[in-house]
């Protein structure tokens, strides 16, 4: 029975020594860019296609890993020039379901840049910082921020909300 007893404790300890740490990454989270108001799943605007050239531009010496999108077109199309820079293919998540996203986000190595929408980006961002500190969705007409969070090897995240003239 000891020996039962000394070989579960050493398995348990053995156990929390092998948790997989998170790796200390940078996570961009953005709003999609600029639309055209012709349709339910509008494509991006002359404007909205400027800014998605210039967050490419932002993030191409970010060493972006992994890039997150929605299904619709805009959000995809934001990513398109740093996936076609960086070399990645864009992944589809839920909106609905932050939980498995942030899961998703903790494991993967490396930076990572996720387009969102305005009325689901503050969620997703909310999870990385503290009670007091929390941000409001965005208003229709913003689409200047890019959310930078800093996840640190040991749990902890930082967040730090930037204008994309601040790059």
């Not at 709003?31 to 404007?47: C, F, G, I, N």
Request: proline fraction near 2%; include cysteine.
């Amino acid at each position: 029975m000891k020996n039962s007893f000394l070989i579960i404790l050493t398995l348990i300890i053995i156990g929390f020594g092998c948790s997989p740490k998170q790796e200390a990454k940078t996570v961009y989270i953005v709003r999609h860019a600029e639309k055209m108001l012709d349709t339910d799943d509008p494509q991006l605007s002359v404007a909205g296609t400027v800014r998605s050239k210039k967050l490419g531009q932002i993030l191409t010496d970010k060493q972006i890993k992994h890039a997150f999108s929605t299904s619709t077109v805009r959000t995809k199309a934001t990513l398109q020039p740093i996936s076609n820079i960086a070399g990645i293919a864009i992944e589809i998540y839920d909106p609905q379901n932050h939980d498995d996203l942030v899961e998703e986000l903790k494991k993967r190595k490396g930076n990572v840049v996720v387009v969102g929408h305005s009325n689901t980006i503050h969620h997703l961002v909310n999870y990385f910082v503290d009670e007091g500190g929390k941000f409001e969705e965005l208003e229709d007409i913003e689409y200047d921020y890019i959310f930078e969070v800093t996840l640190e090897s040991d749990g902890s995240s930082s967040v730090v909300r930037r204008l994309y003239k601040e790059f």
